[in-house]
Structure formats: structure tokens, C-alpha cells
């Protein structure tokens, strides 16, 4: 899609007028109204009233909000702008694929089918395990996904009966009090209450601990790197970890190299190569490098051969042993650029030859820059494979055809999602089978949350007093 910078803001200030004006034309909106409060506490404390009576309606209820949320963010214009936004506002990542990704989020988060009921009946009578809503949730969110992360959390989160307060990361925090007041906007129109989904216009690090430490916060989800994930370990809370990943790419001799090539460039430049899951570093056996180099070159990847370009890109994008975020989620033309490089715009990734302990190879970047680290053979591959995942047990992608070596990888780097002969991206249901997450808990073990992640069992016991056996 092609539209210019005067289309953007016609389509912003559109969606942004319908908004503001609300019901009445030319009436900004209250404080909290639409979920966005100026004041964290604030937010906190109309989730917790929200919550009380949310939790006694009915799962049809629940679902025909969420149906509505749906239809309002799959709304052109919404999902245009939203795009839109989250790319000029971050300067991070690609708006083709931020599409992509908010179709995703909309079509394919589980709603309320997810939480299933296990029963139990014999001569004691008849046991129900049901799943229970937490209470209130809070959930921060990445800047990388500001808002893929609040439509996907929001889905789940409602569908199992909670309230949710996010805290956002405050450098996409346009981005996020336009997906909260988009997401209310439909609940309130299809006859829901106020404040199921709460934030704040002004999200620090202060307001996000006050979440953390809230007592009328009963859950929390971290989806972020190491920092926050930490921060809500060390909560005293229930809590689930969506960390940082680093997902290797590795490729054995048996494997099918044309269409590896291709599938590692594609899963790498996806979304500037900003989500968690994407392709960050390559180890290939030997006996075929040269070809997967090849047909990599073939695919839009450029080879810095250099070795003196190859540190003066280290030294712009991890300058002085901290990764720039002038950098981060921007496309490979730009990236090469920055070390006097001009090429065309067929070109989606940057690759390297290095050392397994380059810091390309080592450090997650999340921008399109692919070290490529050749291994003897299989056995090797998978202990640099593994060892690269650093055990964050989130994503590694393999490609080839022995199911022994796939299931060797598989046993030994544990992922919470391991990718097969596709890019990384399928596993989250993009060309993939299954339903998606943008909040992957390797750290705390859930794997691709849903709707039963954010409730508890319950069970409840009667016995004798009703048979039909
Ligand atoms: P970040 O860790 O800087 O920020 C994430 C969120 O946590 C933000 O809302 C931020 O304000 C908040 N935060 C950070 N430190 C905090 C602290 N000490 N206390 C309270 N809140 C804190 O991450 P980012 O750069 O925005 O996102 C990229 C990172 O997130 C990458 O490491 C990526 O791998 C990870 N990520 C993981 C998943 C997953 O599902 N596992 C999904 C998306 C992104």
C-alpha cells in the first residue's frame, strides 16, 4: 500500500476527531473517559470497581464485547492508523507489517471458547473444575508491539472475566491510549461498561510500579525484557514473565537451502526484525554455508564481507557495550547507511560471517542484522544453537529434514516455541497452524498465554444429591 504523509494525517486526525468529540461534537473527552486516565491510581481504582460486577456477567456477554473490539480494531481506518502511529511515534518498525501483525492479534487471540471446563462424576456425586477470573490485571507492554500487545492482552484478559490496567511503555504511549480508547469505545457501544481496560496518558516508571505494588492488583504480565520481567517476579504477586529472547536459526545439511535462505530472511526483516520471535542469528553447517549465503544474497540479504565495516556497524549499533536504540526496529537500508553503505530497496537484511561470540551473534538487537555462524557439523550446531538462546526458553528455529537432529534440537534447547522449515513467525500462527500471543512466558513457564492463563481453577464439589447413571 502506498499513501503519503498528507494521507496519514488525514486518516489520524479523522479517527483521532471521532474520538475526542465522542457523542458531542466538539467535546474533548473527561478525565478516564474511554479508559485513558491522567491519574495510574486512578485508572486502578475504576478497573477494580469495573471488575465486580464484569465478573457476574455471562460468558455470551463477555464474548459479544469481544466481538465488537474485534470488528472496531479491524475497522480500516482504525487498524491504519494505529499502524501508522506505532511506527512515527516509536521511529521503530514497519507499517506493512504492523499490519500484518494487528490482523493477527484481532483474528486470531482466543476468546472465552478457550476456557474449558474438566468434570468429574461417579458414585460420590459430581466434581466441576471451572476457570475463575484473577480480579484485576496489570499488564505492561512492550514499545515494540505497543499495541498488538493491548488488543491481544485486552482479548484474553476480558475473556477470562478480569479487568485490565495497562502500563505502557512510555515511548508508544500515543499509540496505546489510542488502542485503550478504541477497544472502549467498541464496549460501550455494544452495551459493556466503563473501564475494563485502563491506562494511563502519562506512563512513567513510577505509575507502572504503582501498578506492580497495588493491592487491588491481583495479577501481573510482563511482557518486556529482563528488567520488568524481574520487576514483577519480585512482586509477591501471581505473576507471568514474557521476556527477552534470542532465537537462533540453525541449518544442517539435509535441509531444503533455497527455501531456508528465503524463510530466514523473511522471518528476520519482519517488522524490521522487532518481535521477540524473529531471527536474530544463523548457525549453518558448514557443508552448505556458502550455499545458504548464496541464496540469502538472492533473497534480499546483503553481505558486509569487511571486516573493519563489519565493527564500525558494531560500534554504531552497540556502541560502547550498550545497544542503540537509534537503531532498533529500523530497516536495513537505513542501518547501513549509518556506516556510508548506499544500497537499493531490494535489500532486507544485513549479514555477516562471524564468530559465535560476536556480540551480533550474543546480544538480542531487534534490528534486521543477521551474523551468520558456521558449525562442523550437527553436534556442534546445536551446542552454539543452545548456547546462543542464552536458556531464555523462548523461540529457535531449525531447518532441515532428519527428524532426529529436529528432535535433538527440539530436546535440547527447550523453547517455548521451536519452528520448523518455516520462519519464525509461523509459530505465532502467521502461515502457521494455531492460535497467537504477543505474550510469550518462557521465564514463568505458560508458554503462549490465553484466556485460561489469566484464571484460576476452581473446583467445586457436590456430592451424591443428583445422578442419572
Ligand atoms: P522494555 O523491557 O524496555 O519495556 C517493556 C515494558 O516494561 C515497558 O512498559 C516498560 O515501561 C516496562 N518496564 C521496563 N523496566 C521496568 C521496571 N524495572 N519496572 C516496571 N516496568 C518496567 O522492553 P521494550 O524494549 O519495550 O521491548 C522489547 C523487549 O521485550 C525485548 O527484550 C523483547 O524480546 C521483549 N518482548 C518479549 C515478548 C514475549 O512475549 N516474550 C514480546 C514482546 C517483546
Redesign the pocket.
Known amino acids: 500500500m502506498n499513501i503519503d504523509t498528507t494521507g496519514i494525517e488525514y486518516i489520524v486526525k479523522k479517527v483521532m476527531a471521532e474520538i475526542d468529540c465522542a457523542e458531542e461534537s466538539g467535546r474533548t473527552l473527561k478525565d478516564g473517559e474511554l479508559g485513558v486516565f491522567n491519574d495510574m491510581q486512578n485508572a486502578i481504582d475504576a478497573a477494580y470497581i469495573a471488575q465486580k460486577s464484569y465478573m457476574r456477567q455471562t460468558l455470551a456477554f463477555r464474548s459479544k464485547l469481544i466481538a465488537a473490539m474485534r470488528a472496531e480494531m479491524l475497522k480500516k481506518e482504525n487498524m491504519e492508523t494505529i499502524c501508522h502511529m506505532a511506527v512515527e511515534e516509536t521511529g521503530m518498525g514497519n507499517y506493512e507489517h504492523k499490519l500484518i501483525k494487528h490482523q493477527l492479534a484481532i483474528n486470531k487471540t482466543p476468546g472465552v471458547e478457550d476456557l474449558v471446563a474438566e468434570a468429574w462424576t461417579g458414585d460420590n456425586g459430581l466434581t466441576l473444575n471451572e476457570q475463575s477470573p484473577f480480579g484485576v490485571i496489570g499488564a ?7 499495541s498488538e ?1 493491548v488488543i491481544n492482552n485486552s482479548i484474553g484478559m476480558l475473556a477470562g472475566g478480569n479487568t485490565v490496567v495497562f ?6 504511549k500515543q499509540t496505546n491510549a489510542l488502542c485503550v480508547k478504541l477497544l472502549n469505545k467498541a464496549i460501550l457501544e455494544a452495551g459493556g461498561p466503563e473501564n475494563l481496560i485502563v491506562t494511563t496518558a502519562n ?1 512513567t ?1 513510577e505509575s ?2 504503582l501498578v ?1 505494588s497495588s493491592d487491588k492488583i491481583t495479577m501481573l504480565c ?11 517476579l519480585q512482586s509477591g504477586k501471581k505473576g507471568i514473565g ?4 534470542n532465537p537462533p536459526a540453525l541449518v544442517d545439511e539435509t535441509a531444503d537451502i533455497e527455501k531456508a535462505a528465503k524463510d530466514i530472511v523473511d522471518g528476520c526483516c519482519f517488522d524490521n526484525n ?4 524473529a531471527e536474530k542469528e544463523v548457525v549453518v553447517v558448514d557443508q552448505v554455508a556458502d550455499y545458504l549465503i548464496f541464496n540469502m544474497k538472492k533473497n534480499g540479504a546483503y553481505e558486509l564481507k569487511d571486516a573493519k565495516k563489519i565493527e564500525e556497524l558494531a560500534e554504531l549499533v552497540y556502541p560502547n557495550g550498550r545497544l542503540s ?1 537509534d537503531y ?1 526496529g529500523r530497516d536495513a537500508i537505513t542501518i547501513l547507511k549509518g556506516i556510508g553503505i548506499e544500497v537499493d530497496s531490494s535489500v532486507r537484511v544485513v549479514m555477516m560471517e562471524t564468530s559465535k561470540d560476536h556480540i551480533f551473534a550474543v546480544e ?1 538487537l ?1 534490528m534486521p542484522i543477521l551474523p551468520i555462524v558456521r558449525v562442523k557439523d550437527i553436534e556442534e550446531g546445536i551446542e552454539v544453537a543452545v548456547n546462543l538462546e542464552h536458556g531464555n526458553r ?1 523461540t529457535a528455529i531449525m531447518h532441515s529434514t532428519n527428524v532426529n537432529n529436529l528432535s535433538e534440537m527440539a530436546k535440547r534447547v527447550q523453547c ?1 516455541i521451536f519452528v520448523k522449515n518455516a520462519p519464525s513467525y509461523a509459530g505465532i500462527g502467521v502461515g502457521g497452524e494455531g492460535y497467537t ?6 521465564p514463568t513457564g505458560e508458554g503462549l ?1 490465553s484466556a485460561k492463563t489469566f484464571t484460576r481453577k476452581r473446583r467445586c464439589t457436590l456430592v451424591g444429591g443428583f445422578d442419572i447413571k
Open positions: 505492561s507492554t512492550p514499545s515494540t508491539n505497543p500487545t502500563a505502557p511503555h512510555p515511548s508508544a506512563p516508571l507502572a510500579n506492580f510482563a511482557t518486556g525484557g529482563p528488567g520488568v520481567v524481574k520487576a514483577v514474557a521476556g527477552a529472547g522487532l518481535p521477540c520471535i536504540r532498533v538480542e531487534m523462548h517455548t500471543t504477543f505474550t510469550i512466558a518462557g498465554t
